[in-house]
């Protein structure tokens, strides 16, 4: 028997990080405040280690759109995988060549190709999506911060978010 309504868990699961990061400081800032000395610098040390953290939860949190959607992703030594109900496929995250968004589909889904492979459409809610921001974010060059601002912005049409080679020339922006 839970005493937490199912929204408030789900909720509270998406932004975890932030909520550790805000425990984390909590308990530095005693240390700081507290005995001193030693302890009092381990505190500091706590205080930045939780900025960090929540930094990183709050981009991760930001990604994390809901899950129950259509198939399954999961990563596993570099290698997407996504199983779907009508579709699927694997990429190698080394062999991307492109990534996109289309918020036209319903849901949203990211597009992933690869040379030699047919483009893998993922839904942004697929169960394990989330993992797929690690891969993302260790793309060479990725705008993490630009990635996030277009999943949860209100854009008509598909938007590319990273390419390896530019298909455009230098003096056109890519968003």
């Not at 709050?58 to 399954?72: D, E, I, K, M, N």
């Not at 797929?132 to 705008?143: I, Q, T, Y």
């Amino acid at each position: 028997m839970s005493f937490i309504r199912p929204e408030v868990k789900l909720a509270l699961w998406r932004w975890r990080e932030v909520l550790v990061a805000a425990g984390v400081a909590v308990l530095g800032v005693s240390w700081i405040g507290g005995p001193g000395g030693l302890l009092g610098w381990i505190g500091w040390v706590l205080v930045v280690a939780a900025l960090a953290l929540a930094i990183i939860g709050v981009q991760r949190a930001r990604f994390r759109t809901g899950a129950g959607g259509p198939g399954v992703v999961s990563v596993d030594e570099g290698q997407i995988t996504y199983l779907g109900p009508l579709t699927g496929g694997v990429v190698s995250a080394r062999e991307i060549e492109r990534l996109a968004l289309d918020p036209t589909a319903r849901p949203a889904h990211w597009i992933l190709e690869q040379p030699g492979q047919p483009t893998l459409h993922i839904p942004v809610n697929a169960e394990g999506a989330e993992a797929l921001f690690d891969v993302f974010a260790s793309l060479p060059g990725m705008r993490t911060e630009r990635m996030l601002a277009e999943l949860n912005g209100a854009s008509v049409h598909p938007v590319v978010i990273w390419e390896k080679h530019p298909m455009r020339p230098p003096q056109a922006r890519l968003h």
